[in-house]
């Protein structure tokens, strides 16, 4: 009886350890794994350990007066998408008013991160629908049973409204008076006293 409690209590815990990593877990790995794979790159490109025709260029123009042009690149460190891409940088310079970077693709980030968003739909049950049909017809069946939203139709009449509007396109003024109420008398008088 002991030991059947303590492989309940057991696997309880191993379940919600589980469901912990299925919520938030992932992403502690994959963005362990990410910078792992930054510092790595990062140590590559400090020694010169990379393929010069894998780099592109990213003109940025400057507009700051009295730049002086270098005449070589210089080590530069930070990252960049472009399309979906990620690419790290790996030299600068400035030329002619304009910000020169080199960056290279920074494949085992880009994979990472790839591998990220594949969890991500997959533990969301984003992954299911295909082509807008749902797999089972169990969740469409709870969602109908169990929303907030309800899918009822109310129709409006608002002819009222489109009476209204071409009576004023007439002119503004007879506008407000086919919506104002007659007065029966005119209003009293102001009297002001003056403070003393």
Request: overall charge negative; glycine content about 4%; proline content about 5%.
């Amino acid at each position: 009886m002991q030991l059947n409690y303590s492989l309940r209590k057991i696997a309880a815990i191993l379940l919600i350890c589980l469901l912990l990593f299925n919520w938030y877990g992932y992403r502690f790995v994959t963005n362990y794994l990410q910078k792992k794979a930054d510092h790595q790159l990062e140590a590559k490109l400090d020694v010169n350990d990379y393929d010069e025709s894998q780099l592109i260029e990213i003109k940025v123009p400057l507009n700051m007066p009295y730049q002086s042009n270098w005449s070589e690149f210089e080590r530069h460190y930070g990252e960049i998408e472009i399309s979906g891409k990620i690419y790290t940088y790996v030299k600068r310079k400035i030329e002619d008013g304009n910000l020169i970077l080199k960056c290279i693709p920074n494949t085992a980030k880009q994979t990472i991160k790839d591998a990220d968003n594949i969890l991500f739909t997959a533990n969301n049950g984003l992954d299911q629908e295909h082509n807008g049909k749902n797999n089972s017809p169990l969740p469409t069946i709870f969602k109908t049973i169990f929303s907030d939203f309800d899918n009822c139709f109310v129709n409006y009449n608002f002819s009222i409204l489109e009476n209204l509007h071409k009576q004023s396109l007439q002119t503004g003024a007879s506008f407000f008076k086919s919506i104002s109420l007659p007065v029966s008398e005119q209003p009293p008088d102001l009297f002001l006293t003056p403070l003393s």
